[in-house]
């Protein structure tokens, strides 16, 4: 009885942090959206495009629009991909949203985000910062889509996890933002911080939570293996 209860009590406690996880990443995702009225058509005047109108026409004016019209797109669609609820009733649903994330963030949001982050302000720290961050979603994405298509889901989940984690950096970077203005922290001194503190952090947990878990995988099978034995 009281084994039930307590795997009752996780789930339950899985299911809150789900939806707090769900409540963050939409609310801060409309604090994303805020200053969308200024890009169209950009105004070289206000908050993130300000000094960029030199190298804005071209290349990166491409990457530009192209990131921030997918990226919330890509939030709200990983979102819906990690439930289990609609991966377990709706298959095909989930096949068809998963391919429509895979292809975003493989065409659209990573490519442009790479583009972006060769032009990243405050030196090589936000740029390398946001490059390899760039790297890491595409190469996640796509590691978990090859798994999809193999047949391994197990695999497919963590990978698809961690490509989600990692598209979460925007969410995190804009909380990040405001820490910084709060703390009164310089641009130069908070902007190179936050390209690596929006998701290599939470990357380094997730991947320790997951060889733990699977590490006690390992050891139940093992003791299930010696307890058939032993009968």
């Known amino acids: 009885m009281r084994r039930c209860v307590d795997c009752f009590d996780a789930i339950r406690i899985t299911t809150v942090l789900a939806w707090f996880s769900a409540i963050v990443i939409l609310s801060t995702g ?108 595409w190469i996640a994405t796509m590691l978990g889509w090859k798994r999809a298509v193999g047949g391994r889901l197990d695999s497919h989940l963590r990978w698809m996890f961690r490509s989600y984690l990692l598209i979460c950096s925007a969410v995190l970077l804009r909380i990040l933002a405001m820490v910084a203005t709060d703390l009164q922290l310089t641009s130069a001194t908070a902007y190179p911080i936050a390209a690596w503190a929006s998701w290599l952090p939470s990357l380094v947990v997730f991947e320790v939570i997951t060889h733990r878990r699977e590490r006690m995988t390992r050891r139940n099978k093992q003791a299930q293996s010696n307890l058939g034995s032993q009968r």
Do not use: D
């Open 30 to 137: 409309l604090l994303i959206l805020k200053p969308y009225p200024f890009y169209f058509p950009p105004n070289f005047e206000f908050g993130f495009l300000r000094g960029r109108e030199p190298y804005f026409h071209g290349v990166y004016g491409i990457a530009f629009f192209s990131h921030i019209v997918t990226t919330p797109v890509v939030l709200v669609l990983g979102l819906l991909q990690l439930n289990r609820r609609i991966r377990s009733r709706w298959p095909a649903t989930h096949r068809r949203i998963g391919k429509v994330y895979v292809g975003l963030v493989l065409v659209c949001v990573a490519p442009s985000g790479l583009i972006m982050a060769m032009r990243a302000p405050n030196g090589y720290g936000a740029i390398s910062g946001f490059a390899v961050l760039s790297v890491v979603t």
